[in-house]
């Protein structure tokens, strides 16, 4: 699953999983707009689209306030880590996939696998 979020998005997403964490009805577009501070229905309407198209939520045609939130993969970075990713990518232009492939380099160089017994060299 690809799950390149924008800001917003992830700011979204984030506050749909509080609201589903609380049980009953998800909110409506209007109060998600309110959530995230985002002026129109119709932006809240396109970021719905996109966390569908995601794979990070779906909704049942013709049913209001029929979000449901997709389990995301075991994985899947915790929120605030998202958050810094999709800010740090807004920021320098940098592509998600390039960042989190430099990242991990460098992580391996500080973090050599050790070999398994009785492996030389």
């Not at 917003?8 to 609380?22: D, N, P, V």
């Not at 990242?103 to 492996?119: Q, S």
Request: proline residues 5%; hydrophobic residues 45%.
């Amino acid at each position: 699953m690809s799950f390149g979020l924008t800001i917003k998005q992830a700011e979204l997403l984030a506050f749909l999983r509080e609201r589903q964490a609380l049980g009953g009805a998800m909110p409506s577009f209007d109060e998600m707009a309110a959530a995230i501070n985002l002026a129109s229905k119709s932006g809240i309407s396109r970021m719905v689209d996109a966390l569908v198209a995601r794979g990070a939520i779906r909704q049942i045609p013709g049913h209001a306030r029929s979000i449901e939130i997709i389990d995301m993969p075991t994985s899947m970075v915790d929120e605030q880590t998202e958050l810094a990713l999709c800010s740090y990518c807004y920021v320098t232009g940098l592509a998600r996939r390039m960042v989190i492939a430099d990242a991990l380099r460098e992580y391996f160089r500080a973090h050599p696998i050790p070999k398994p017994d009785g492996e030389n060299s």
